[in-house]
């Protein structure tokens, strides 16, 4: 009995952090979302630069791969 109720506990773990992770990453990609509007309408062109540096480094590269 106690071993069904550590793996219920486990499997419930698994999926809260699933839960929270999928939560976190649509958090992340609404604010890349925003970061890469505000610095299309910046009017300093560094603002759009450094968007495409960190965009390409970081997140085109990791989707890319994964």
Do not use: H, Q
């Not at 109720?5 to 992340?28: C, F, G, P, Q, W």
């Amino acid at each position: 009995m106690l071993a069904v109720d550590v793996e219920e506990l486990a499997i419930e773990s698994i999926i809260k952090n699933k839960e929270r992770t999928a939560a976190m990453v649509k958090y992340v990609d609404r604010m890349l979302e925003v970061y890469r509007i505000l610095s299309e309408k910046s009017s300093e062109p560094e603002d759009l630069r450094r968007f495409e540096i960190l965009y390409d480094l970081y997140i085109f590269r990791t989707r890319e791969i994964g």
